[in-house]
């Protein structure tokens, strides 16, 4: 199968750079949103970052208009009808999720792929929404997409062969690489890294360091790129949350609570980056 026309759901800041990847490799895209302001915001975080790689000599700016060519943006989920394979990465909500993917199902091709970004919800939860789980997989992309190296990609216990190979296939021809997980919540990237940030917000909770402190730590002390508590400020605390949340109620597992700490920032809405404040404040 060849894809020629790529779906984006959700404009935010994983669903804009994968648009972003997207476009690059060459394939026509779709990037959609419920609001045309939050589009509209995905398009010029696209636009600021190709135009730095123009500034940098990454590329040409005739290269850069190619790639803003090639994406067309929607907020009516019927322009997903043109997709041949389709990444949902709106909110990590799963009543969101089902109901894009019912949705799509009824929208698209049957030959359309419907792919998930989710951070953790297993893959065979989304695909039973859909008349087409063996052509429904996660495809996980890591933050910042344009610069992370890394696909999860996710098989639930329907998915195709051919969705597999596909995905798989698509990950390389956007210059990364993809490895496998199977379907467990959190699969293998958030099992591993968000209890590590959830023990980083225990830290701060329990009195261990300072925020500073607990970052400079795991900064300087096992060269992390980016200390946890600034990592998750990055990824968002509403995100982090609801990835606790998933491992918890999936695996039933106290080792998985969520920090009270965690879950009082989200409620005050402290978010992280896109807020304005979480563990740190920014401008
Ligand atoms: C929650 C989930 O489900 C899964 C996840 O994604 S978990 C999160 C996974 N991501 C991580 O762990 C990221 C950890 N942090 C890092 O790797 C690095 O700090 C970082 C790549 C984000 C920034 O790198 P840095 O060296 O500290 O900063 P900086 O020099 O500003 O940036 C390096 C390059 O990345 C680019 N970059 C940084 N942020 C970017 C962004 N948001 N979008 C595009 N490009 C970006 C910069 O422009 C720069 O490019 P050049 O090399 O061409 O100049
Ligand atoms: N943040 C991260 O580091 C990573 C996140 N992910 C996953 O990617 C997904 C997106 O996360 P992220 O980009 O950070 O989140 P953001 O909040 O930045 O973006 C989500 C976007 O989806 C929009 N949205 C909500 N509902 C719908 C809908 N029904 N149709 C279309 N768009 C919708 C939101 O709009 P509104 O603002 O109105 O809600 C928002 O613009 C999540 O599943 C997350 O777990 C995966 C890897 C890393």
């Known amino acids: 199968m060849e894809v020629k026309t790529f779906g984006v759901i959700g404009a935010g800041q994983m669903g804009n750079g994968i648009a972003q990847v997207a476009a690059m490799s060459g394939l026509q895209v779709i990037m959609n949103d419920i609001k045309e302001e939050f589009v509209q915001r995905g398009l010029n975080n696209i636009t600021g970052i190709l135009s730095k790689n123009v500034e940098k000599g990454k590329m040409t700016a005739e290269e850069k208009s190619a790639v803003l060519g090639r994406i067309k943006t929607s907020v009516n989920l019927q322009d997903l009808e043109a997709a041949d394979y389709v990444v949902e990465a709106a909110t990590e909500n799963q009543p969101i999720k089902f109901k894009i993917f019912q949705d799509l199902d009824k929208i698209c091709s049957p030959e359309t792929i419907l792919a998930s970004n989710t951070s953790s919800i297993p893959i065979g939860r989304i695909a039973a929404q859909t008349k087409r789980p063996e052509k429904v ?12 190296k890394l696909v999860e990609v996710i098989r639930g216990l329907a ?7 596909v995905t798989w296939d698509l990950s390389i021809k956007f210059g990364k690489t993809p490895a496998e997980s199977s379907d467990f919540p959190g699969f293998i990237a958030n099992r591993i890294l968000m209890p590590m940030i959830n023990e980083a917000v225990y830290a701060l909770y329990h009195g261990v360091g300072t925020p500073e402190a607990i970052d400079t730590v795991m900064k300087l002390g096992m060269n992390h790129p980016m200390g946890p508590l600034t990592l998750a400020d990055l990824i968002g605390l509403d995100t982090c949350l609801a990835i606790m949340e998933t491992l918890y109620e999936g695996f039933c597992d106290s080792k998985y609570r969520p920090c009270p700490l965690l879950r009082k920032y989200v409620e005050a809405g402290w978010l992280g980056r896109k807020s304005g404040r979480g563990f740190y404040e920014y401008k």
Not at 137 to 145: A, E, L, R, S, T
Not at 159 to 165: A, G, H, P, V, Y
């Open 137 to 148: 997989i996660g495809m996980h992309f890591m933050n910042p997409v344009p610069v992370m």
């Open 159 to 165: 998915t195709s062969d051919e969705t597999f190979k």
